[in-house]
Every structure is written in structure tokens, then in C-alpha cells.
T-cell receptor, first 114, second 114 residues
């Protein structure tokens, strides 16, 4: 089955700096890669996603890049703010028909220091 | 907030008991996926129900079983509870075909096994 690895496990940045989280996946059939943000005690919330036919996607301060050949994808957050502090999870989905059978990484705890 | 609801919100059981968790999908969504999130870990895919049948399963033993009803709501049943089953159980609904819409997580059920 699919195996997703995520690094780093913890990340501290100064407010205004950039943060980068990296993930690798093992199943070449994976074709959809969402990123979720989870605040303490709350459900995961989708922040951005990318499909395998796209190399990069950006939404305001958040961007995701995908390298299918190397089987890795990354989340980039620019101009970080204290409210960006949370745990971030990457995921990969190898299904075709229904989709949404996600294999998650182990998470990155991001702390933005004011 | 999404339209996915789960019940109960919290539950305490003892080893060897059985538990049933419930999920109501968002309106129009006919696919429900279940995930287990242990403390400090990423969600792990348990199984998915599509049109009332199991459609994909992660690495979980048969004592984890489920159902989906004609209104697309779903149940997760866990028999012979073990201490390691203590976790947040998340369900997520979606509407295939893949590519049309991503899935939305419910608030979760926090299960504690003593």
C-alpha cells in the first residue's frame, strides 16, 4: 500500500518568515495530494491540494509543488503569521473512481513566533 | 463548518467491549471514509463505503467493520476493543467521481478504552 513520509516533525519560524514542509510517497499510482491543517482539538481542514497533472499550485500565501518523478511534494507558506501555528498533514490518494482514500504523513507541528 | 456530523462526541469503553460510531454525510455525498487518528499521529485510513458497499480498506483487522445506509449515513463498529484503539475517529464524506470534489471531515468521536 501507499506510504507517505513527512519532514520535519516540528518547525519553528519567526513571524514573516517562510515555512517549508516536505513529503514523499511510494505508490506511483497516487494522483491527488491534499494538505490539511489541524488545530488542537479540531478536525483537519483542507488548505490546498494538487493533482498529478499539475506541477505547482498557489493560493495567496500558500503554495504546493509536486515532483512526480521523484515522488515528492512540498508545502510552502510565505509571510507566516501566528495563526498559521498548527499541525499540518500531507496525504496521497492512489484511487481512481471514488477517490478520497487518503494515506497521511505523520504531521508537522508548526510554531510561528511573534 | 462542513455538513458532516458524528456521534457520540466522546466515549469511554473497557477492553473487550464493542462500540458503534455514527456518521451522517454531507447532503449529496454518497461516499464515506473512516479514519483513526491516534494522539500525535496522522489519520490512518480504515475503510470507505460507496453506494452501501465497502470500497477499499486500510491495514485494519476484521474486528473493524462498517455499514452504510440508503441515506448514505454510516456506522463504524469495533469489536473486542483493545487499549490501542483509543483514538479520535474521523469520518469524511465526498461525492465521486474523483476530481469533482474533495472530502470534508466530521468533528470526530474521541474513544477512550480503559
Amino acid at each position: 500500500g501507499e506510504n507517505v513520509e513527512q519532514h520535519p516533525s516540528t518547525l519553528s519560524v519567526q513571524e514573516g518568515d517562510s515555512a517549508v514542509i516536505k513529503c514523499t510517497y511510494s505508490d506511483s499510482a497516487s494522483n491527488y495530494f491534499p494538505w490539511y491543517k489541524q488545530e488542537l482539538g479540531k478536525r483537519p481542514q483542507l488548505i490546498i491540494d494538487i493533482r498529478s497533472n499539475v506541477g505547482e499550485k498557489k493560493d495567496q500565501r500558500i503554495a504546493v509543488t509536486l515532483n512526480k518523478t521523484a515522488k515528492h511534494f512540498s508545502l510552502h507558506i510565505t509571510e507566516t503569521q501566528p495563526e498559521d501555528s498548527a499541525v499540518y498533514f500531507c496525504a496521497a490518494d492512489p484511487t481512481t473512481l471514488t477517490g478520497n482514500q487518503f494515506y497521511f504523513g505523520t504531521g508537522t507541528s508548526l510554531t510561528v513566533i511573534p | 463548518e462542513t455538513g458532516v456530523t458524528q456521534s457520540p462526541t466522546h466515549l469511554i469503553k473497557t477492553r473487550g467491549q464493542q462500540v458503534t460510531l455514527r456518521c451522517s454525510s454531507q447532503s449529496g455525498h454518497n461516499t464515506v471514509s473512516w479514519y483513526q487518528q491516534a494522539l500525535g499521529q496522522g489519520p490512518q485510513f480504515i475503510f470507505q463505503y460507496y453506494r452501501e458497499e465497502e470500497n477499499g480498506r486500510g491495514n485494519f483487522p476484521p474486528r473493524f467493520s462498517g455499514l452504510q445506509f440508503p441515506n448514505y449515513s454510516s456506522e463504524l463498529n469495533v469489536n473486542a476493543l483493545e487499549l490501542d484503539d483509543s483514538a479520535l475517529y474521523l469520518c469524511a464524506s465526498s461525492a465521486p467521481p474523483k476530481g469533482e470534489e474533495t472530502q470534508y471531515f466530521g468533528p470526530g468521536t474521541r474513544l477512550l478504552v480503559l
